[in-house]
């Protein structure tokens, strides 16, 4: 079945440290790749997009993703984290020839001082 | 600014009544659509639209209507409130092929 998986329900990780959240994806073609960022009582913002191209992606806030396709993952990265990093992340998928995305469930971040 | 633009951002509803969340994009996007985010579901598709007058069902379409007048506008009824409808709505709006821009979201609680 088609789907997007987020393996990690809840990450804490220190502030400073390094964050690795990941994503996998299971289509029969490439799609297009997006991570999102919700902060408490907020919608979601669009952190960075992958298209085609160079498989290593900047976004916004100081966040990077990967594309792997041998590995059909898209992981967000960031190499130190603030305490405003505190959030849920999305990573979703879709098609060029269709608008719908499709959601993973979501990773909630929290960050120790 | 340009955007997705959300009202009311918070609201109380009686069991039975009815209401209209609105949702308007200044930025032409042809497609919109309406999620409702509840803990531990993510997110779940209600309705969706790809441009004036076209609107079909998402996955969890039942209590809800929405139609599509013009290019800017997407509201969306709920009928006759539940309970199970207390949740928070997020409208998005795109181009073909790319990201979602995401209004901040109504939180709708059903007493």
């Known amino acids: 079945a088609q789907s997007v998986t987020q393996p990690d329900i809840h990450i804490t990780v220190s502030e400073g440290a390094s964050l690795e959240l990941r994503c996998n994806y299971s289509?029969?073609?490439?799609?297009?790749l997006f991570w999102y960022v919700q902060s408490p009582g907020q919608g979601l913002q669009l952190l960075l997009k992958?298209?085609?191209?160079?498989?290593l992606v900047q976004g916004i806030k100081g966040f990077e993703a990967e594309f792997k396709r041998s590995q059909s993952s898209f992981n967000l990265r960031k190499p130190s984290v603030h305490w405003s990093d505190a959030a849920e992340y999305f990573c979703?998928?879709?098609?060029?020839?269709?608008?719908?995305?499709?959601f993973g469930a979501g990773t909630t971040v929290t960050v120790r001082a | 600014n340009a955007g997705v633009t959300q009202t009311p951002k918070f609201q109380v509803l009686k069991t039975g009544q009815s209401m209209t969340l609105q949702c308007a994009q200044d930025?032409?996007?042809?497609?919109m659509s309406w999620y409702r985010q509840d803990p531990g579901m993510g997110l779940r598709l209600i309705h969706y639209?790809?441009?004036?007058?076209?609107?079909d069902q998402g996955e969890v379409p039942n209590g809800y209507n929405v139609s599509r007048s013009t290019t800017e506008d997407f509201p969306l009824r709920l009928l006759s409130a539940a309970p199970s409808q207390t949740s928070v709505y997020f409208c998005?709006?795109?181009?073909?092929?790319?990201?979602?821009?995401f209004g901040s979201g109504t939180r709708l609680t059903v007493v």
């Open positions: 998005a709006s795109s181009p073909p092929g790319d990201g979602y821009t």
């Open positions: 289509y029969g073609a490439t799609p297009y």
């Open positions: 992958y298209f085609s191209g160079d498989t």
């Open positions: 979703a998928v879709g098609f060029s020839n269709d608008y719908k995305l499709s």
């Open positions: 930025m032409n996007h042809e497609y």
């Open positions: 639209s790809v441009g004036a007058g076209i609107t």
